[in-house]
């Protein structure tokens, strides 16, 4: 009875990849949803596996379609893969199907690429397709690129802004911020890929939660899209970053509109970063995002990247085990794929191998030192689970056969031997241990040179450049106050000093003299008031008689009012008495109000006088008992406390011409150009550098600092100079470790001779330093 393989499953769909009649084919399997390509004598044995057909058939008809030889173990072998990719309408194929759909859990598991399925978003994607179809038109897409165009101009105009205000978003306020703005992002970007494929008839039955080394993100499956042409398939895979780039324009417009205090301002500000980083990310064809499967889909090889890791990996094998086979793909690997193959193998496994090493020894180090031995313990099941991926692909027993080939090579290969020796061996010879790090240049010797007082620069003699001596002139200042108050201070000491001289040489003979007169001319001057008594005397008798005139005059003129009343005289009479008495009694009057003015008078001059006298006499006492102790004391307290303020004043003085305190170079740009500018106390004027002796500043993680000592030599290249090496020694080490980063580290520095003043201030290099012989083993 002919062998006749089972038929294809009814429900598979097929693709073919061209027009022509010898075309590969896309095959899709709905309920694995998976897709395999098939070349095209693969697709012509397809076409004839019904159920009906032998294997002898079909390989004879294959080969008169095919132009080439197919033999029936080959249909054989073939039918027995379809039937472990489930492919055939078997019993033990649907059984193996029913069980793989009921036991998915929606997680997939790799260290690099974790992913959690979360929805199926067909239904969706349906009805916002229908609302969102006037997207797909060409309209809308030269609109998007004129708007692209704008924020583009935008950010070249405001780079400047722009980049300042990246600053103020790492702040722990802006995490929430930050958090939602990239969902929202990434949602837009993940949908806009299953639009694309639901409007060019595909369907997206997985969407969900991916952890790309390390990177959180979201994914969407459009693997339909391998049934769509080429062109259909790019523009998915594109749909995702153009639709990203269009809200980084919409965003930066409306960040340039916005006032940048509003919560949409920072909005629009972390849509715009995180658009950016995420874009160059996911354009990067060496890591499976967007730009990974653009590159597959131009090339029209899917699968790239397995398929060139299988190639490096057979083409290594080979090498080792020494087989002549270094074929990869079979017969159907052109040599176009092979270059491609080399090319894109060797980019990707580098890049993601340093990417790998970065994430885990940034990673691993914050674990270790946080956590120790649990961090050990996290970063060992790491890097199982990366073994464990890689194991998988080949099984246990592959991996058996591969090192037994391997060591059946080595025992027959005198040469391979040779080789294994020489490289036990050299694990056990002494080598140089280089501990290696990148360092900063510093001046040995940098003084900042700040105004001492204040005032206005008035010239400045020194810019960039311009080398200086101790003592040289850097720059004059004026400050009118100063010198006015310096003027008026020495005339103040001046007029002191001589105040201080006189009590101190005491009073001259001639000024003895004259106070002596002056006391006689006041005690004369006292005795004169005596005179003024006599005259008071005769007045005070003056008084007296008209009184007693007053006393006649009164009773003649009482006697007279008698008579008058009694008629014994006439009216005249008594007229004239009257007249008399009245007169008396003026002149009485006049005569105590003289005497009155005169007695004031001679009271007050006694007095002044009096007083006159005995100052006259307290300044003749003085100068004969000469100047006392304390007011030559106190004079001269004054006169030291004037000079003190005239030496501080001219010490300012002297600080309004700002001098040089080393040699070296003046490092401070623009100097000149702040003539007349006003300076404070303390303002920073200029630095001064000295750049003969450097010092070189290179950290040392902490875990390699045991092995480096004082006095161990240095090797430096510096960046500005490539092509020339440094030589200096290990000249101290902190002894405190600080924090650089996510490690810590500990400052260890070197002197470096800098006479001909090639390097300068500032430069970076990368430093080895030699800690000696030391053995691999």
């Known amino acids: 009875m002919p062998d006749i393989p089972p038929k294809l499953r009814s429900d598979l769909e097929f693709r073919s990849e061209s027009s022509g009649p010898a075309s590969a084919i896309i095959v899709k399997d709905p309920i694995a949803r998976r897709f395999y390509r098939f070349t095209a004598v693969q697709a012509a044995v397809l076409g004839r596996l019904n159920g009906i057909e032998a294997s002898g058939a079909i390989a004879q008809a294959v080969s008169q379609e095919c132009k080439t030889e197919v033999l029936q173990s080959q249909i054989e072998t073939f039918a027995e893969k379809l039937r472990g990719l ?47 179809r006037f997207c797909f038109s060409k309209g809308f897409a030269a609109w998007v690129c004129l708007t692209m165009f704008v924020a583009l101009n935008i950010s070249i105009l405001n780079w400047e802004f722009l980049f300042v205000s990246f600053g103020t978003l790492f702040q722990l306020y802006s995490v929430p911020l930050i958090l939602g703005t990239a969902l929202a992002i990434l949602t837009i970007h993940e949908f806009a890929h299953g639009l694309t ?96 499967y653009l590159l597959g889909d131009y090339l029209e090889i899917p699968n790239l990247r397995p398929r060139a890791y299988g190639f490096l990996k057979k083409q290594f094998s080979g090498w080792l085990l020494g087989t002549q086979d270094r074929t990869v793909a079979g017969p159907s690997a052109s040599e176009r794929e092979k270059r491609i193959y ?3 193998g ?67 290969t005198p040469r391979m031997l040779l080789a294994l020796a020489v490289v036990v061996l050299g694990s056990l010879l002494p080598w140089e241990l280089k501990v290696a790090g990148d360092f900063t240049i510093r001046s040995s010797e940098r003084v900042s040179v700040s105004s001492q007082v204040e005032g206005t620069l008035k010239v400045v003699n020194a810019d960039e450049g311009s080398k200086v001596k101790p003592g040289d002139l850097l720059a004059e200042i004026e400050n009118f106050e100063l010198e006015n108050e310096l003027g008026e201070t020495r005339g103040e000491l001046a007029t002191k000093t001589a105040t201080l001289r006189l009590l101190k040489a005491g009073a001259r003979p001639e000024e003895i003299e004259r106070a002596k007169r002056q006391v006689e001319t006041k005690e004369a001057e006292f005795a004169s008031i005596s005179r003024v008594e006599k005259e008071r005397d005769l007045l005070q008798e003056t008084v007296a008689k008209k009184k007693a005139e007053v006393r006649n005059a009164q009773e003649v003129y009482e006697r007279s009012k008698q008579l008058l009343d009694s008629g014994l005289i006439s009216r005249n009479d008594f007229e004239r ?18 005497l009155g003015v005169l007695a004031e008078t001679t009271d007050r001059l006694l007095q002044v006088k009096k007083k006159e006298v ?46 040089s305190s080393i040699e070296g170079v003046v490092s401070t740009p623009y100097l000149r150009n702040r003539t007349g500018e006003y300076l404070k106390k303390g303002d920073f004027f200029c ?55 996510m490690e810590r580290r500990v400052l260890v520095q070197s002197v470096l001779s800098n006479s001909d003043q090639t390097l300068k201030a500032g430069m970076t290099g990368v430093g080895k330093i030699l800690c000696g012989k030391r053995m691999i083993a």
């Open 342 to 344: 080399w090319r894109y």
């Open 86 to 132: 489930l492919l055939l309408d078997d019993p033990a194929c649907w059984a193996k199907l029913q069980g793989a759909s009921g036991s998915a859990d929606g997680f997939q598991k790799n260290i690099l690429s974790i992913k959690i399925r979360a929805f199926n978003p067909d239904a969706l994607l349906g009805r916002l397709e229908e609302k969102l």
């Open 346 to 412: 060797i980019s990707s496994f580098f890049f993601s191998a340093g990417l790998l090493w970065v994430m885990v020894d940034r990673l691993g180090g914050w674990l270790i030192r946080e956590y120790q031995l649990w961090g050990m313990l996290v970063i060992s099941a790491i890097g199982l689970m990366s073994v464990q991926t890689i194991a998988e692909k080949g099984g246990p027993a592959a991996t058996l056969r591969f090192f037994a080939a391997l060591m059946e090579r080595v025992r027959k």
């Open 197 to 292: 494929l639901k409007h060019y008839g595909g369907r997206v039955e997985e969407m969900g939660f991916l952890l790309l080394y390390f990177i959180p993100a979201f994914y969407c499956n459009v693997s339909d899209a391998w049934m769509l042409k080429k062109r259909e398939r790019m523009l998915v895979t594109l749909a995702g970053g153009f639709v990203q780039l269009f809200l980084w324009a919409l965003a930066t417009i409306a960040w340039r509109l916005l006032s940048p205090e509003t919560v949409l301002s920072r909005i629009c500000l972390i849509a715009i970063a995180f658009s950016g980083i995420q874009t160059l990310f996911n354009f990067n064809p060496l890591i499976r995002l967007d730009g990974y």
């Open 577 to 594: 008495d009257r007249t008399a008495y009245e007169v008396h009694l003026r002149e009485v009057s006049e005569a105590q109000s003289q």
């Open 614 to 659: 005995g100052e006259a006499e307290s300044a003749l006492n003085i100068l004969l008992a000469g100047s006392r102790k304390e007011a030559i004391e106190a004079s001269a307290a004054e006169v030291a406390k004037l000079e003190e303020k005239l030496k501080i004043l001219e010490q300012q003085l002297q600080h309004l011409r700002v001098r």
């Open 687 to 741: 630095e001064i550098v000295n750049p003969d002796l450097m010092i070189i500043e290179m950290p040392v993680p902490e875990k390699e600092i045991a092995d480096v000592r004082v006095g161990q030599p240095i090797i430096l290249k510096v960046r500005g100079f490539s092509h020339r090496s440094f030589e200096g020694k290990v000249a101290s080490i902190s002894p405190v470790a600080i924090e650089s980063g």
